[in-house]
């Protein structure tokens, strides 16, 4: 049977059942694509007699042969893994042929792209300015959204996907659908709570998306927020290539630069594995100067 009409089911199956992102979902059709094209040029079918663990290997070791960033092959072994793991689930396949047999490295997160605090408080002035200029909505929206991703660490898809009705102010708490289609509680912050509590008067909603496109009066999409984060670091003057999941890696920054234990920075993420959190805390020499400040302070 032939990969190709296989993956379109593979890709339907993210878009209904696991309800990704179309960013997310032409990310693994274009990994498929390379995986296909390798598969092409060293003569092997397209078919699932290709999926086996030897050939899997070979392309896995052409990757890195060919000088590809380690997170690159990795994104694509990912990709190439829950493709596998569907035909299991589906019957196409009896099992996965790499499962618990490939190792590739974990997601190698790079702090390059992190900001200075004062440009951080920049960026979140820029729609506040913005707003109090114009008086236009959409800009006070811009000031709940940019502090809805410092504050939360919530990926792009999830801010997205925030309903009104997803928010429990009383208690402090909003639902919100994470990687892998599962529903996490975060806490809201008292900063936060305020201008949601503002958001929400002033344009007078109960139910439905809080964010907004300006015109379209519609759930944001995802070119919008692209645009619209890029267009506040403009005026923010930040030169970097920052980018809104970088918000993510900020929260997660700037927790354990004040102190935060790394059990609850892992719970505030929604890391599965603390390996993941802890790569936040290797090489964070700010912090281990204070520690040991504070332990040899007697001596």
């Given at each position: 049977?032939?990969?190709?009409?296989?993956?379109?089911?593979?890709s339907?199956?993210?878009?209904l059942?696991?309800?990704?992102?179309?960013?997310?979902?032409?990310t693994?059709?274009?990994?498929f694509?390379y995986?296909?094209?390798w598969l092409?040029a060293n003569?092997?079918?397209?078919?699932?007699?290709?999926?086996?663990?030897p050939?899997?290997?070979?392309?896995?070791?052409?990757?890195?042969?060919?000088?590809?960033?380690?997170?690159?092959?990795?994104?694509?072994?990912?990709?190439?893994n829950?493709f596998?793991?569907?035909?299991?689930n589906?019957?196409?396949?009896?099992?996965?042929?790499?499962?618990?047999?490939?190792?590739?490295?974990?997601?190698k997160?790079?702090?390059?792209?992190?900001?200075?605090?004062?440009?951080?408080?920049?960026?979140?002035?820029?729609?506040?300015?913005?707003?109090?200029?114009?008086g236009?909505?959409?800009?006070?929206?811009?000031?709940?959204?940019l502090?809805?991703m410092?504050?939360t660490?919530v990926?792009?898809?999830?801010?997205?996907?925030?309903?009104?009705?997803?928010?429990d102010?009383t208690?402090?708490?909003?639902?919100v659908?994470?990687?892998?289609?599962?529903?996490?509680?975060?806490?809201?912050t008292?900063?936060?709570?305020?201008?949601l509590?503002?958001?929400?008067?002033l344009?007078?909603?109960?139910?439905?998306?809080?964010?907004?496109?300006?015109?379209?009066?519609?759930?944001?999409?995802?070119?919008?927020?692209?645009y619209?984060?890029?267009?506040?670091?403009?005026?923010?003057?930040?030169?970097?290539?920052?980018?809104?999941?970088?918000?993510?890696?900020?929260?997660?920054t700037y927790?354990?630069?004040n102190?935060?234990?790394?059990e609850?920075?892992?719970?505030?993420?929604?890391?599965?594995?603390?390996?993941?959190t802890m790569?936040?805390?290797?090489?964070?020499?700010?912090?281990?100067?204070?520690?040991?400040?504070a332990?040899?302070?007697r001596?």
């Amino acid at each position: 049977m032939n990969l190709l009409p296989l993956h379109a089911q593979f890709s339907k199956f993210l878009e209904l059942e696991r309800q990704r992102t179309i960013r997310t979902i032409k990310t693994y059709e274009k990994n498929f694509d390379y995986f296909i094209e390798w598969l092409e040029a060293n003569d092997y079918s397209t078919s699932l007699d290709s999926l086996q663990f030897p050939i899997i290997k070979d392309y896995m070791y052409y990757m890195r042969e060919s000088g590809l960033d380690q997170n690159t092959v990795r994104l694509r072994m990912v990709s190439l893994n829950s493709f596998l793991d569907f035909l299991v689930n589906w019957d196409y396949l009896e099992k996965n042929p790499i499962k618990g047999k490939l190792h590739y490295a974990k997601k190698k997160i790079s702090m390059n792209n992190c900001i200075n605090i004062d440009e951080l408080e920049n960026l979140l002035n820029v729609p506040d300015e913005l707003y109090r200029k114009t008086g236009r909505e959409h800009y006070f929206q811009g000031a709940v959204m940019l502090r809805t991703m410092l504050y939360t660490g919530v990926r792009r898809g999830g801010l997205l996907g925030l309903n009104w009705e997803h928010i429990d102010l009383t208690n402090n708490s909003l639902l919100v659908k994470i990687k892998g289609g599962e529903i996490k509680k975060f806490p809201v912050t008292e900063k936060l709570k305020e201008r949601l509590l503002a958001l929400k008067k002033l344009r007078g909603a109960i139910s439905g998306p809080v964010f907004l496109g300006v015109r379209s009066k519609k759930r944001l999409t995802e070119t919008q927020l692209t645009y619209e984060f890029k267009f506040y670091c403009k005026l923010a003057g930040i030169q970097s290539k920052f980018r809104i999941h970088d918000m993510r890696h900020q929260c997660a920054t700037y927790l354990v630069d004040n102190g935060m234990p790394v059990e609850q920075v892992k719970e505030v993420l929604g890391h599965k594995d603390i390996n993941s959190t802890m790569i936040y805390y290797h090489g964070n020499t700010g912090k281990l100067k204070r520690a040991m400040d504070a332990a040899f302070s007697r001596l």
